[in-house]
């Protein structure tokens, strides 16, 4: 049996109740589609369910108990997508920041044994503010990463103008979390939870897919981007994306050398993929050196058992197993 380590669980989410206070009279409701395009039956289940897990999105130690009953030595905590706030006015965004990014900043310096600054929030309507925060976070907060929207605002990532952001995170070398907000275009999501169910997975696939033949990448060989979920819909139909990419000229402008599988294997992915078959495949598609424990706590949609998880995925080496629950995510996050 290989050497036991600190489990990590790199897809953790803690509220910042303040921040969403100041960002609210800022919003309308479409600005916001995950909630924008949920249907009422789960907007009514939503009311039943986030009081339920209230305490644990917004207190640090009414997370403690379920990190000991699953096995979760070490929280990577980041900011509650749903407090983004990129449709805010710019220095509403900042500041809206700046308290998520404090807030988290704190629950680790009260229990740095148990929790680790992975995923800070940056306000990405100001690419300068953006990139302003980022050096706070990590250079006066301890932040490890940051963690951002698979669109701002309607913007797609790949667009030139979040081109100086993508440098300076590569010129930083903070791996990003890619968590989506719900889906820009889920007009058809209304019922049965798919604003969720497909909406987020598949903004994750759309995100990655477009950075990817965008060229991206490759001109930022090191950008360290990290896809929850498992990567969404992305690295399971990877087949597809290559074959696009072998008969059809225009994907190849910008990636005339290596099919997107090849760009596929430089990033990251959480274990959110609920079934030892999926994540035995995810592994196989970009290496268990990619993969890293993730539960999306605490939030219904999460997993309930990551290490057991890991444990029941057949094909992997005693080596695998400790590495994907911990030791990958301390070596990508400096968490060593």
């Known amino acids: 049996m290989a050497q036991q380590a600190p489990t990590i669980d790199v897809h953790c989410h803690l509220a910042t109740p303040s921040a969403g206070e100041l960002l609210s009279p800022h919003g309308r409701p479409q600005d916001e589609p995950y909630i924008y395009f949920m249907g009422q039956e789960s907007l009514d289940q939503n009311k039943v369910m986030i009081p339920k897990i209230f305490d644990a999105l917004t207190k640090p130690d009414a997370r403690i108990e379920h990190m000991d009953a699953t096995g979760v030595d070490i929280q990577g905590l980041s900011t509650f997508v749903s407090e983004y706030g990129y449709w805010a006015p710019p220095s509403v965004g900042a500041e809206a920041a700046r308290l998520q990014n404090d807030n988290l900043a704190q629950a680790v310096s009260d229990r740095p044994s148990r929790f680790a600054a992975f995923g800070a929030t940056v306000p990405l309507q ?9 050096d706070r976070a990590v250079d006066e907060l301890g932040f490890k990463g940051l963690q951002i929207g698979g669109t701002i605002a309607g913007r797609n990532l790949d667009e030139s103008g979040f081109r100086p952001f ?9 791996p990003v979390i890619l968590h989506p907000n719900g889906y820009e275009e889920s007009h058809r999501f209304g019922e049965y939870f798919m604003t969720n169910c497909i909406g987020n997975p598949l903004e994750t696939m759309v995100a990655a897919n477009r950075m990817i033949f965008s060229g991206l990448f490759e001109e930022l060989p090191d950008l360290k981007l990290v896809l ?3 990567g969404g819909y992305l690295p399971f139909y990877a087949s597809r994306s290559d074959h696009t990419w072998e008969v059809r000229p225009e994907t190849r402008v910008n990636i005339p050398d290596h099919p997107p599988s090849h760009y596929m294997k430089r990033l990251l992915y959480d274990t959110m993929v609920f079934q030892p078959l999926y994540l035995r495949h995810l592994v196989e598609v970009v290496g268990s050196d990619r993969v890293m424990a993730g539960t999306d706590f605490p939030f219904d949609m999460g997993e309930p058992d990551p290490m057991g998880l890991i444990d029941r995925t057949d094909g992997l080496t005693d080596a695998d197993r400790v590495a994907m629950k911990g030791g990958n995510a301390a070596r990508v996050f400096g968490e060593s």
Do not use: F, R
């Not at 100001?126 to 980022?134: G, P």
């Not at 993508?166 to 903070?174: D, F, I, P, R, Y």
């Open 126 to 134: 100001d690419i300068d503010l953006a990139i302003a925060e980022m």
């Open 166 to 174: 993508w440098q300076a995170v590569a010129a930083k070398g903070v």
């Open 228 to 230: 929850v979920h498992g």
